[in-house]
Each structure stands twice: as C-alpha cells, then as structure tokens.
C-alpha cells in the first residue's frame, strides 16, 4: 500500500515537472524552471526509494524493472545537464517517459526476484547503465535538435521556439554527452570482456554484438565531428541510429526472452 502510493505521488510530480517547463514552451507563458526541476527532483527520490522497495534493495534487471531503473538515472542525468545548462524540453520529454514506465513496473509487471550477482558483474551492468543514460539523453537532444533546424529553415519562430535554448548551445551539449557515453560505453564492452565468462549461455552474444555496432557507429560520429565538422542532420541520423541498435542490445532481447518466450534475460 506504501509503495502504491508513493509510487503515485512521484507519478504525479514528473507530471507537474514537465507541465511546468512545458509552460513556456507552449504557451509563452512565465517559465517555472526552478519550482518545476524542484518537483522532478523529489520525484526522482521517491522514485529510487520505490526501486528500493519493490526490488528489496537489489539490483533487479527484469524488463520492467530495468527499464524503471533506466528512467530514474535519465531523469536524476536530466536534472544535473539542466543545473549548468539549462534545457528545460528535455525534462518535458523525459519526465512523462519515466512517469510512464515508473506505472508500468509499479502496477502491471509480475512480481520478479533480483538475480545474485558478483560485484564485478554489478560494476559492469553499473557502467552499462549510466552510460545508456547518458546516451539516452543524448538522443533527447538530437531530436530537440532535428526540430529546431527545421523550425529555422522554415522560419517558423513561435513561443516554443524562443523557449528552447540556442541550436549552438544544443549542439555542442549533444557532443558532449555523446563523447561522455561513448567513453562509457567503451567501459561497459572492456568490463564485459573481462568478467563476463559465457555470452552464449547467458544469452549475451547478440548485446555484444549490438553494443560493439553501436559503439562503432558513435565512435564514427565523433571522429566525422572532430575531422569533418560533421553536424546537423548527418549527425542527428547517426546519433539515432546507434541509439536504437543499443535499445536493442539493452532491451530487444530482454522483451523476447522475458515477455515472448517467458524464458529469464
């Protein structure tokens, strides 16, 4: 009963999070940054307590509770990017998603018991996690991105767009993080390498090979930036496309085992 009303309470806070930063977005209307990432803050609490809770403090990487636990580190990643640079439409979009997936593994996932796992396991899928977030925010922005340059292409500058921060600023925080999860991720394949000992019979050779695509295709993406000046929207395509190969990796096979073959992931 405690977490089911905690868990709608932190349901209800991203919510009115992102009702306040979408404020001046949509309505041109006085922006409640500081009230609204205080409300998202809370809720991000709240939230890894009812993580806590439901999982008995272990780290639980079943469909739903990881893709709970994914949420959570995106949007606590989401408050601190806006603590330096403010980019207040992140949180519009982020915020809903984990109050979305926060019901769904509060209130329709089956009951699941954690995995006993080593600590260097724990280390890997650590690194694993953080560094999905970071490219998953990554990917926020590349999409913020994709639509404020056709926005300016096609001259459209309504409220929302002078509510977002400028396309230079979005750019260069795009890179940032995109460099930031890269490294990440390069720790997430040395650490699988050396403590992972089965990738077929734990079902691992495909995320392998997915994350390696994926970690092909941002390294690729940082070289072009760095060499070519790669941007706009060649970097927006790569940037998606290696997000959605490590969705994939991290989860694709999560849902058909667990949820089409009933089988453990």
């Not at 490219?135 to 913020?144: E, R, S, T």
Request: charged share 10%.
């Amino acid at each position: 009963m405690v977490i089911t009303v905690l868990a709608l309470l932190a349901i209800a806070l991203y919510l009115a999070a992102a009702g306040g930063l979408a404020r001046p977005l949509l309505g041109g209307g006085q922006p409640l940054n500081k009230s609204a990432l205080g409300l998202a803050g809370t809720a991000v609490l709240i939230h890894a307590g009812i993580l806590l809770g439901i999982h008995r403090g272990a780290l639980d990487l079943h469909f739903f509770a990881a893709l709970s636990l994914v949420a959570c580190v995106v949007s606590a990643l989401t408050l601190l990017v806006n603590m330096s640079r403010p980019v207040a439409a992140l949180g519009v979009i982020v915020f809903p998603l984990t109050a979305l997936l926060l019901a769904a593994d509060s209130f329709l996932a089956p009951a699941t018991q954690p995995l006993v796992l080593d600590w260097q396991i724990k280390l890997h899928v650590t690194v694993a996690l953080v560094s999905f977030s970071v490219l998953c925010i990554a990917a926020v922005l590349a999409i913020l991105l994709a639509v404020q340059e056709r926005a300016l292409r096609h001259r459209q500058f309504g409220s929302w767009m002078r509510a977002l921060p400028p396309l230079t600023l979005t750019e260069t925080l795009l890179f940032q993080l995109i460099g930031a999860g890269f490294m990440l991720l390069t720790l997430t394949l040395i650490t699988g390498a050396l403590f992972v000992g089965d990738l077929f019979g734990q079902h691992l050779i495909h995320k392998t090979v997915l994350s390696i695509i994926a970690w092909l295709i941002f390294g690729t993406l940082l070289y072009g930036r760095w060499r070519y000046g790669w941007r706009g929207r060649r970097a927006v395509n790569l940037m998606l496309i290696g997000m959605g190969i490590l969705l994939l990796a991290f989860f694709g096979s999560k849902f058909v085992l667990e949820l089409v073959l009933n089988r453990a992931g």
